[in-house]
């Protein structure tokens, strides 16, 4: 698949989502959403023109307004309001008619213009009487009723030009419009359509235009915690949950790259230590300490004694088929294997809830805690008023650790109004589905079930839930920058050696992967779309 030159579209809201579609910009205040221009650039609410503003077509023309026609379509093709064009015309029986004949100089009306209207004013009042009264209404209804005519039928033309084009993010974005304005025909029109151009084995924005259309569809029926329920009865079984999870793992280098890089981290600075503690708040499969443990094995004058703490979540025990038990018995057998004295504590307390005095400290452990992939997931301050993250991290510095690992999703989502989340969220989940095109041919079914199992999930609770139902909040470097300085950390720069074992990572895939380094902390993105950031604290 080509790709465009920049995943990123600039949006702009408007306050009259009715008819936004096709007024001009303005004077628009820009305020940007990232600290880079890798990220979209929103414009303040009042205007939609990059998606809706749409350049005019003569191709398609509609009725004159000459016509006493009613105009109206089918909801198979335009569901034009039913609008009836109004023709004022004052017949000889009730008022003066002025033919061609009459008038037919036209210096007549532009020599003394005032005087001629003034008299055919007082002929009229004096052939009416009181009906001249109602020419004072036609003179205010009919611009009325012909610009409402005019900008309903403007608007639905851009509309019919728009599906002739065949753009996909294009009509999405008016659908979620149409959606956040209530505007059930038009929704239920551009939805009808869509349901004809998406498809999951289709090219990379047909595949997620298929997600995001069902994720409008769950928003309309207000089901942000039913679509979870819905979705849960076509999940795989949990084995085949976690066969999709490890596939995305090996095709996509963004979760290798992050776990990569903060065992790099973790490893440096434990070097001269006899007893680890790591503390992972989502320990998922427990795959990332695996490099770790085989890592500390061969460390000059012997392993560490290595103890974790792993926190659970749903998702997780869900594929496992088990509990954190099931994590321990992998990593203790791996750690035997090599030699490394080892122990694991399982923790299934809520990371909102937990204590100290539950991490189960001791005296001469080298402290490490591992945030990777889940503060997106602790209720901000927006929803609750509880700042459950600023929390958490507190906690963690009050552990006084050796280091701070922290690996999230580069994407701001977090407290978003709907429209410019939606599109926040399109660019970044089609960047992640353009390269997973370039891993896996189209028609290969275990690329549907990683799409479907592993990422769909995502971008419908993204698109189709609000408040405390909404799981996935993510936040941009620089906004984890300013909370982790406000809990009293600094920055861990990572070593030149770690950078270059990930640069080699990166070149190991096909496909347009990037890297940078922002003032220590490592980025990996897809083209000009960023993905990933990584970064340690201390």
């Known amino acids: 698949m080509q790709m465009s030159q920049k995943h990123n579209m600039s949006y702009e809201a408007v306050q009259n989502l009715g008819s936004c579609c096709f007024l001009q910009s303005e004077n628009l205040d820009y305020y940007s959403s990232s600290d880079n221009s890798s990220h979209a650039t929103y ?11 749409l350049e005019s077509s003569t191709k398609n023309s509609f009725p004159s307004l000459n016509s006493p026609t009613t105009v109206s379509f089918s909801p198979n093709h335009s569901p034009l309001s039913k609008l009836q064009p109004k023709s004022y015309v004052l017949s000889s029986h009730s008022s003066l008619e002025i033919t061609n004949d009459s008038i037919e100089n036209e210096s007549c009306l532009t020599h003394n213009d ?13 052939m009416l009487g009181h009906d001249a009264d109602i020419l004072d209404m036609y003179d205010t209804v009919i611009p009325e009723e012909s610009d409402s005519f005019l900008l309903e039928a403007e608007r639905w033309k851009k509309m019919m030009e728009m599906i002739s084009r065949g753009d996909l993010r294009e009509m999405l974005c008016a659908c979620a419009i149409a959606v956040a304005g209530n505007d059930m025909e038009t929704t239920e029109w551009l939805m009808s359509e869509l349901r004809k151009m998406v498809s999951v084995s289709g090219n990379p924005i047909q595949r997620l235009g298929a997600y995001m259309l069902e994720a409008l569809v769950a928003r309309l029926a207000s089901s942000g915690s039913t679509i979870y329920k819905a979705l849960k009865c076509k999940e795989p079984t949990g084995r085949e949950l976690l066969s999709h999870m490890h596939l995305l793992y090996e095709i996509c280098p963004y979760l290798k790259f992050g776990y990569m890089s903060a065992n790099g981290a973790i490893a440096e600075v434990m070097k001269g230590e006899t007893e680890v503690h790591i503390i992972d708040f989502q320990i998922n499969q427990g795959i990332q300490w695996v490099s770790l443990i085989q890592a500390l094995a061969g460390r000059h004058g012997g392993p560490p004694r290595i103890r974790i ?5 749903s998702t997780s025990a869900y594929a496992r088929e088990g509990g954190l038990e099931i994590v321990g018995e992998r990593l203790s057998a791996l750690a035997q294997s090599y030699n490394v004295p080892f122990e694991f504590h399982a923790l299934e307390v809520a990371p909102t809830e937990v204590e100290i005095k539950d991490l189960e400290l001791r005296p001469g452990e080298a402290i490490g805690v591992n945030f990777a992939m889940m503060l997106h997931h602790l209720p901000d301050e927006s929803v609750d008023g509880k700042n459950h993250r600023g929390r958490l991290l507190r906690l963690a510095k009050c552990l006084s650790p050796k280091i701070v690992t922290l690996v999230e999703q580069e994407s701001h989502t977090s407290n978003l109004p709907f429209f410019p989340r939606f599109v926040e969220t399109m660019n970044y989940y089609l960047a992640i589905f353009e390269s997973i095109d370039v891993a896996l041919p189209r028609e290969n079914k275990e690329r549907i079930n990683v799409e479907q199992h592993c990422l769909a999930r995502e971008v419908v609770n993204l698109v189709a839930c609000e408040g405390a139902e909404r799981v996935e909040r993510h936040e941009l470097l620089k906004n984890w920058r300013s909370r982790f ?3 009293g950390f600094s920055p861990y720069p990572l070593n030149s050696f770690i950078t270059s074992s990930i640069k080699n990572l990166q070149q190991s895939y096909q496909g347009h992967y ?15 779309q960023a993905l990933i950031t990584s970064c340690a604290w201390r």
Not at 514 to 528: K, S, V, Y
């Open 43 to 53: 414009p303040s609410v009042r205007t939609l023109e990059q998606y809706c503003t």
């Open 309 to 313: 703490t792993g926190f659970d979540d």
């Open 114 to 126: 005032n005087e001629l209207r003034h008299k055919i004013r007082e002929l009229e009042s004096a």
């Open 514 to 528: 990037t890297l940078e380094e922002r003032d220590g902390a490592l980025c990996l993105g897809w083209m000009n």
């Open 485 to 487: 300085t406000m809990a």
